[in-house]
């Protein structure tokens, strides 16, 4: 059973900085798989963060450019997000979505963590 677990989630102020770890766990990782992190405000739709993919290219909203850093462990099947210089507007439940490119394409979520921003 494939599972993804966040962590690292909590309150900071803003300025401050915080690392969300991302495990996933079940998958034969023989077959590759990408890394996205989204993240959704109260009120508003979940929005694409920061991916990395199993060729090691990286993406980021432009919300976040120059403050947050995406970077994997394949041997541990863990993706990282460090984030610096957060805002209050970064405040928001963050998740993790893995997907695996086996015999079939397969979506696999976690269950969030949430990150408060205070000013």
């Known amino acids: 059973q494939v599972q993804v677990v966040e962590s690292g989630g909590g309150s900071v102020q803003a300025g401050g900085s915080l690392r969300l770890s991302c495990k996933v766990s079940g998958l034969v990782t023989y077959y590759r798989y990408d890394m996205t992190w989204y993240r959704q405000a109260p009120g508003k739709e979940r929005e694409l963060v920061s991916f990395i993919n199993s060729d090691g290219s990286t993406g980021y909203a432009d919300s976040v450019k120059g403050r947050f850093a995406i970077f994997r462990d394949k041997a541990y099947n863990k993706a990282y997000l460090q984030r610096n210089s957060l805002k209050p507007e970064d405040t928001a439940t963050y998740y993790c979505?893995?997907?695996?490119?086996?015999?079939?394409?397969?979506?696999?979520w976690g269950q969030g963590t949430q990150v408060t921003v205070s000013p």
């Open positions: 979505k893995i997907l695996w490119y086996a015999a079939t394409t397969s979506t696999y």
